[in-house]
Structure formats: structure tokens, C-alpha cells
């Protein structure tokens, strides 16, 4: 069964830095597209950055230069660098595996950048 649970978010004030982790359990990961998704109130969830099994890397133009994805397949993490974060990063933060032709997500971690 995939299960996937995010961790990290938290306040943080226009400029700062969070990492994202996104723990994966089950024999899947290393084999699985992974990415990392956001939904601001009010507003469609969205693509941030996504990191494929053999390490190809894409990332939303707004996000590009400041956030970073990662995967550690000995650990089954997901991880997701944010430097230089804007109010507008605020959301709820979400990973998700796309495993065997479906599809599975994490609850969501969130992310509010406030002074």
C-alpha cells in the first residue's frame, strides 16, 4: 500500500527557507515519479516541481531558482528545498507518487510566509 506523509511547513517570514520531506512507505518509491504540488485558499491545486525515478527534474517557472526537489530512494524521501520564499509561496504543500499508472498524495503540509 502507498502511504506518503509530508512534514516541514511551518511560518516563516518572505525570504526565509523551509525543506519539505515527504516520506514514502512501501517498495515503490524508487521506481515512481514524484512531486511536489501546492493549493493556495481559493485557488486550483498546482505543480511546484517534479523529479522522476532517474532524476530528471522540472519546476514551475515561479518557483525556478529558488526551490529545489530531491529524492533519497536508500531513504524513501522526498524532499523539496524552499529559498527565498514569497508570500504568494503560501499553500498547503502536497507530494505525490505516480506509481503504476496512478496516482497517490500525502495530506499536505502547510506552508504560510507572513512578517
Known amino acids: 500500500q502507498v502511504q506518503l506523509v509530508e512534514s516541514g511547513g511551518g511560518l516563516v517570514q518572505p525570504g526565509g527557507s523551509l525543506r519539505l520531506s515527504c516520506a514514502a512507505s512501501g517498495s515503490f518509491f524508487g521506481r515512481s515519479t514524484m512531486g511536489w504540488y501546492r493549493q493556495a485558499p481559493g485557488k486550483e491545486r498546482e505543480l511546484v516541481a517534479r523529479?522522476?525515478?532517474?532524476?530528471?527534474?522540472y519546476y514551475v517557472d515561479s518557483v525556478k531558482g529558488r526551490f529545489s526537489i530531491s529524492r533519497d530512494n536508500a531513504k524513501n524521501t522526498l524532499y523539496l528545498q524552499m529559498n527565498v520564499l514569497h508570500f504568494e509561496d503560501t499553500a498547503v504543500y502536497y507530494c505525490?507518487?505516480?506509481?503504476?499508472?496512478?496516482?497517490?498524495w500525502g495530506q499536505g503540509t502547510q506552508v504560510t510566509v507572513s512578517s
Open positions: 523529479i522522476t525515478a532517474s532524476g530528471s527534474t
Open positions: 505525490r507518487s505516480t506509481t503504476d499508472g496512478n496516482y497517490y
